[in-house]
């Protein structure tokens, strides 16, 4: 399975971008899907989740800022970044976990946000 993700760039402190994330599997099956980044000189964090009843979680660095979305029809998944902080500056990376019928993790490539102050 192969994660394709998009949408990273360099923008201002204040703007907005949106990752995209395209898996080769339906992730009409997925059972937990996530957003994660890792800052330079950092570990990796989670950053938003959604499992498959579409619950969502935020990390308190990003609640009210980021919103974690899916399009079963375009099979992508989402976070909408707005409100940015030259903090949130970071590679961010897809993972999607499927429970059935055996356990399968995958992860995307990362995709490399910048927000300049």
């Known amino acids: 399975v192969q994660l394709q993700a998009s949408g990273g760039g360099l923008v201002q402190a204040g703007g907005s971008l949106r990752l995209s994330c395209a898996p080769s599997?339906?992730?009409?099956?997925?059972?937990?899907m996530g957003w994660y980044r890792q800052a330079p000189g950092k570990q990796r964090e989670l950053v938003a989740e959604?499992?498959?009843?579409?619950?969502?979680n935020f990390s308190d660095s990003v609640k009210g800022r980021f919103t974690i979305s899916r399009d079963n029809a375009k099979n992508t998944v989402y976070l909408q970044m707005n409100s940015l902080k030259p903090e949130d500056t970071a590679v961010y990376y897809c993972?999607?976990?499927?429970?059935?019928?055996?356990?399968?993790?995958?992860w995307g490539q990362g995709t490399l946000v910048t927000v300049s102050s």
């Open positions: 959604m499992t498959s009843d579409d619950s969502t």
């Open positions: 599997r339906s992730i009409t099956r997925a059972n937990h």
């Open positions: 993972n999607i976990n499927f429970y059935a019928p055996v356990r399968s993790s995958y």
